[in-house]
């Protein structure tokens, strides 16, 4: 799932390119220091004390040689921010000034509500700053002004037409309306949607603006309206405060889900950070799943009565089917984050978040009283509601570990248990079809470095030596990329005398692109690694290649590199023909035989020519 709606064409990618400058990203998660040609620092991808962490800023790119992530700018945002690629460019284009399109074109008739909003925004705050009574109003909830600043908090006044005349000199009416800042009467006059509340910008992850959520501040029957639901505006499928708590979510591995919106601000003056808040609606399995983005593990802050704990229950197995850790935070009845703030102050919320208890356990325990062992109608509806709540878990050891305490509290041998998973009856451990999660529990290892980012706290990987041996294929990459003397591009061996795939996929780019630009203009890194795209593993591959390399400077020559790479692929394909010669004369088969005799002798007149 992308959560990005701009048209990621190639000229953008390009320009995010061009704009972005490594130290710059690098330095808002470490402190680098120059060292030679490399910029040197902590790594801010896994947790260590001295610095592993190297960016080569002419050739843009990063490489730890504690965790073994690398890679481009771009990626590195990724890493530390949690984006995904388009929502990377999305948010580096915003930062960096470039223009984005929308991924389906606007027709030259068709409202746009974006300026609409981003016109608001600006008119409540300032609108905010002239009113008495909502600027008390947030004194009184203790919501200071740098708060409402960083969350970015106006006012829409008591009036039927304030914003509606204020902006109609700047934004066309239908997009007002377009926006829902504006709406339509019966008898067709238009008039301000929000009146006399304290209006909440609400953000995308990348941090566009997509809509508001308004508190009244008078006695209207609606407590809190948000803007018209747009093509941006899904109410659904975003989280309030995400945008402002998402770092610290990541650095964490923290988030804390909230009811409301006063919630996530409640929390944030309280010192909790990390709160986010679903609208007025049940958790979402995209809600979930943008979570999972950032975090791995949830507190769930909901309100301490009934309604707060249902809630809790339903939200459970989605946030478990995204591979999270789940807790509840649990607040005195009537309380949510906010009021507790407010009524016992801020230690009592920081205590109630950090006191939260395993959820899962506490729904075994919640389903599993007396009378779940005693009799036996009650046990195996237990059973069977604990087994749904567990198959939803997609790490197996996890699901196990949980399903060995249900088990003892329903006083039941585990196996009967673990049968009732799904999943989980044919030998166990292995997840069924179509099971939810990141990548799950059986996928396959990622081949060479890892993909994404950071080891798991406590799993600080073996630091891999400074000065390693570079392999044959890896040394000829390295001089191929590092801008030397270079024979033409239809001299150039075949990418197959490259035994791994990823140095082998980084060759053959870079043969396709020097075929393309000429002798004279071969391509460098950097182009490799915009070709290169999103494949991860091999530009974690091409980054360890090149961050801190020497280049051609020393060691042997291309030419050398090259003729070796091809002496050992003609060798082996030599050593097959003869084994295949051998086979077809076993079976006699005369064409076959005849075939591979030629193909031997060609190869052998190459092999002795020096290829
Ligand atoms: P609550 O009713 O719990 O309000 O709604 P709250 O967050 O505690 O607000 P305060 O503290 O009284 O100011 C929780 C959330 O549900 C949505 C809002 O997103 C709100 O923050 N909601 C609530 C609505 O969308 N409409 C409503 O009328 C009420
Ligand atoms: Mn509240």
């Known amino acids: 799932m992308t959560f990005s709606n701009i048209d990621l064409s190639r000229e953008l990618v390009q320009a995010v390119r061009d704009a972005i400058d490594i130290v710059d990203i690098a330095s808002e998660h470490t402190r680098l220091e120059k060292k030679g040609r490399d ?25 730890c040689f504690g965790c073994g992530a690398g890679g481009d700018a771009i990626k590195l945002h990724m890493l530390t921010s949690g984006d995904d690629f388009p929502a990377a460019i999305e948010s580096l284009a915003l930062r960096y000034g470039i223009p984005v399109r929308e991924r389906r074109k606007r027709r030259p008739d068709e409202p746009d509500p974006e300026r609409a909003l981003a016109a608001a925004a600006e008119y409540f705050v300032e609108q905010l700053g002239r009113h008495d009574v909502p600027q008390r109003y947030l004194e009184e909830r203790k919501v200071s002004p740098e708060l409402a600043e960083t969350y970015g908090i106006g006012y829409a006044p008591d009036s039927w037409r304030a914003l509606l005349e204020t902006l109609a000199k700047r934004v ?29 910008p609400i953000h995308n992850p990348s941090g566009r603006l997509v809509g508001f959520g308004g508190r009244t501040l008078g006695d209207d029957r609606a407590k809190y309206v948000n803007t018209a639901e747009t093509e941006r505006f899904h109410k659904s499928e975003l989280l309030y ?53 950032y975090a791995e593990e949830v507190v769930v802050a909901y309100d301490g009565d009934d309604a707060g704990e249902r ?38 919320v920081v205590k109630a978040v950090g006191d939260a208890g395993d959820s899962v356990l506490a729904e075994i325990r919640r389903l599993t009283p007396a009378e779940a062992r005693s009799q036996p109608q009650r046990q195996a509806q237990a059973a069977s509601d604990l087994a749904g709540l567990l198959g939803g878990i997609p790490d197996a050891v996890l699901r196990f570990s949980y399903a060995r305490r249900a088990a003892e509290s329903l006083d039941l041998p585990p196996e009967l248990l673990l049968r ?13 079809p179509g099971r ?11 081949p060479g470095p890892p993909d994404h980012g950071a080891p798991p706290p406590g799993m600080e990987p073996a630091a891999a030596p400074r000065s390693e041996v570079r392999s044959l294929e890896e040394r000829t990459l390295e001089i191929l990329l590092s801008g030397g003397e270079l024979p033409p ?43 290169l795209g999103e494949e991860g593993a091999t530009i974690d591959r091409m980054a360890r290649l090149l961050v801190g390399s020497e280049g051609a400077a020393q060691g042997p020559a291309l030419s050398d590199t090259l003729d070796r790479l091809t002496r050992r692929w003609l060798n082996e394909r030599s050593r097959a023909l003869s084994r295949e010669i051998a086979e077809a004369q076993r079976d006699g088969d005369e064409p076959r035989l005849e075939r591979l005799l030629q193909e031997k002798n060609e190869l052998s007149h190459r092999l002795h020519r020096g290829a």
Request: charged share 25%.
């Open 39 to 63: 910029h040197q620092g902590v790594c801010p991808l896994h947790k260590e004390k001295t610095p592993s962490f190297h960016v080569d800023a002419d050739r843009g790119l990063f490489y």
């Open 172 to 200: 066309p009416q239908r997009d007002l309306e377009a926006a829902g800042l504006v709406r339509r009467s019966k008898q067709g006059k238009l008039y301000d949607h929000f009146r006399n509340r304290l209006v909440f």
């Open 241 to 293: 405060g995400l945008f402002q708590a998402r770092r610290d979510i990541r650095d964490g591995h923290r988030a804390v889900l909230v009811e409301g919106y006063f919630d996530v601000i409640g929390a944030a003056a309280a010192g909790v950070v990390g709160a986010v808040a679903t609208m007025g609606t049940a958790l979402t399995p995209e809600q979930s799943k943008l979570l999972g983005r």
């Open 311 to 348: 809630a809790h229950q339903r939200a459970l197995p989605i946030l478990l089917g995204e591979g999270m850790a789940v807790y509840r935070a649990r607040f005195p009845d009537g309380h949510d984050p906010d009021s507790l703030r407010l009524a016992e102050g801020n230690a009592a």
């Open 420 to 432: 009732k998973i799904p999943g989980e009856q044919r030998g166990g451990g292995g997840g069924g």
């Open 436 to 446: 939810p999660g990141r990548g799950g529990p059986n996928a396959p290892p990622p």
């Open 489 to 531: 591009p239809r001299a150039l061996p075949p990418a197959e005398v490259f035994h791994d795939p990823q140095c082998r996929n980084i060759y053959r780019v870079f043969c396709a692109l020097y075929g393309e630009r000429g002798a004279d203009r071969p391509p460098d890194a950097k182009m490799v690694l915009a070709e």
